[in-house]
Nanobody, 130 residues
């Protein structure tokens, strides 16, 4: 059974940094595309960042425009952990952050929508105070 567990959320001041972790179990996740989404109060869940399956280089990362240059997604050495390093945080980044996974699909190497992902974590709250 696939399980994704997020951690690292909390309260941070504007301009600060936070690193989220997603630990996966139940599969060999180096062959999975992994993503981070977020959902702010009264808003729909939105794509934040994704990383393609590891091809020996850890995978190719891609980002939503709203976080490009501030957030970095990466895989851990064991390949069953994905991180989201968030810098220069803004109050608008306040949301529940979710980790998601999708088995390798050669036709969808950079999934960025909710329905492209098969597995989801429970989410971790990040609150950025101004």
């Amino acid at each position: 059974q696939v399980q994704l567990v997020e951690s690292g959320g909390g309260l941070v001041q504007a301009g600060g940094s936070r690193r989220l972790s997603c630990t996966a179990s139940g599969r060999t996740f180096s062959s999975y595309a992994m993503g981070w989404f977020r959902q702010a109060p009264r808003k729909e869940r939105e794509f934040v960042a994704g990383i393609s399956r590891s091809g020996g280089n850890g995978g190719t990362s891609y980002y939503a425009d709203s976080v490009k240059g501030r957030f970095t997604i990466s895989r851990g050495n064991a390949m069953n952990t994905v991180y989201l390093q968030m810098n220069s945080l803004e109050p608008e980044d306040t949301a529940v952050y979710y980790c998601a996974a999708r088995p390798y699909d050669p036709w969808r190497t950079a999934p960025s929508t909710e329905n492209e992902y098969n597995y989801w974590g429970q989410g971790t709250q990040v609150t950025v105070s101004s």
